[in-house]
């Protein structure tokens, strides 16, 4: 077993293990206490079904609208326990650092994925603090919508052609892609044959996952040791930090916050996919994903000034340096 080398090691590896393997599947949270122009759209000629099936164009959602229509009614009429709940639920994550973890100097969830759930929020009941967290393992995220226990997932979940069949997404708000993370040791040189022989943690449900499932790219040709899927992207940079794997696949977003934690892991080769973060909802709440690409509009306006520029800059700019250049939201794309 490889020894962790660093101090920082054993610290992101025992509140990995606090927080990524002993969390349930789903918690409340509680309140949420965190607190130029934009791009062209593009029009995709498509209805909802051809895109599922063909699925030439995923990332084309329906286009924005801030009209309240049975969703968006729904969410402001819930009542527990006789009263209204006022309050937006949103799936998230705890333990993606940048993205939406615990601030351990306060406890509370904070990241760029969080921000825009606390804009998603405001626009929907005029407080941003209008959340109710759940968080979420990545296995489980279409689940949660399917049955009703989340209003939005907002979780670095990658709009794809599988995806589209279940839940429905926003326009994008963020392009990553899959990227090969390491000890800072490691002769592993990127996804290339240099994993033959090296056990590769990915996580349930991830397009990681699906990707190391191809029978042409995948696990197979490169010769790799697919170890079983653990349900969230953390536990397998717990794994790496043990010595139990040799590499981990997942997006470049991810790690790029995971080598900036950890100075005993990096990132090597370049990304080999190109793939777009969305807010899912359910299927049936096309009010809710019309609402929702109206807060991204609003999100990415303003140039360097936007909401969008500014989440990044405080959240991304400084990891994602070292990795991919990514000033700017991706241009929404609309179906006609």
Known sequence: ?????????VTVCALGVATAITVPAMMDDGDGDAKGGAPRPRTVRAGAEAAADSCRDPEASLRPSSASGPAIKRIKNREVNGHK????IAGVDQNSYRWGYRDPATGDLTGFDIDLVHAIAEDIFGDPDAVIFRTIPTSQRIKALQEGKVDVVVRTM?????RIKDVAFSTAYFQAGQ?????????ITGYNKTLRGKKVCTAQGSTAEAELDKPDTGA?????IKVKPVPNQLDCLVRLQLGEVDAVITDNALAAGQAA???SVKLVGSRFTDEFYGVAMNKDD?????????VLENYRQGGAGSPWTQAYQKWLAKDFSTTQENPTPPVPEYKD
């Open 220 to 224: 197979e040709q490169l010769g790799a």
């Open 261 to 263: 934690q950890d100075p």
């Open 1 to 9: 077993m490889r020894s962790l080398r660093s101090a920082a090691a």
């Open 85 to 88: 709940l006022n309050k937006l």
């Open 158 to 162: 990658t709009i794809n052609c599988e």
């Open 286 to 294: 096309d009010d809710l994903v019309r609402r929702v690409n109206k």
């Open 179 to 187: 990227q090969v993370l390491v000890p800072d040791d490691s002769s």
